[in-house]
């Protein structure tokens, strides 16, 4: 079973950056597809991008593209999302996910606990 922990939220003010880590343990880190999700109060969750460690290009959803960048450091078997020009409706607890296949936003088996991020105006 994949473990995932995250860290590196906070609130930040418009504007803004913050950057997400999420560390993998449990299993070979090159073999899985690696996710960022987030949900807001009364909100569904929102896929936000995903990438597959053993080679490809990141996917992003429309709502961040741009603005938000995937990266990962595979011999940390660690997955960071690097979030620029944040928005007040960036607020959410942001969740680091893992699985096997990125074909769908539905192929994640495995999830991180979470961590805050708040938005000020």
């Known amino acids: 079973q994949v473990q995932l922990v995250e860290s590196g939220g906070g609130s930040v003010q418009a504007g803004g950056s913050l950057r997400l880590s999420c560390v993998a343990s449990?299993?070979?880190?090159?073999?899985?597809?690696m996710g960022w999700f987030r949900q807001a109060p009364g909100k569904e969750r929102e896929g936000l991008g995903k990438?597959?460690?053993?080679?490809?290009?990141?996917v992003y959803a429309d709502s961040v593209k741009g603005r938000f960048a995937i990266s990962s450091d595979n011999a940390k078997n660690t997955l960071y999302l690097q979030m620029n020009s944040l928005k007040p409706e960036d607020t959410a607890m942001y969740y680091c996910?893992?699985?096997?296949?990125?074909?769908?936003?539905?192929?994640?088996?495995?999830w991180g606990q979470g961590t805050q991020v708040t938005v000020s105006s």
């Open positions: 996910a893992a699985g096997w296949t990125c074909l769908t936003w539905s192929d994640f088996a495995y």
């Open positions: 449990r299993y070979p880190y090159s073999n899985l597809c």
């Open positions: 990438i597959y460690i053993g080679g490809g290009s990141a």
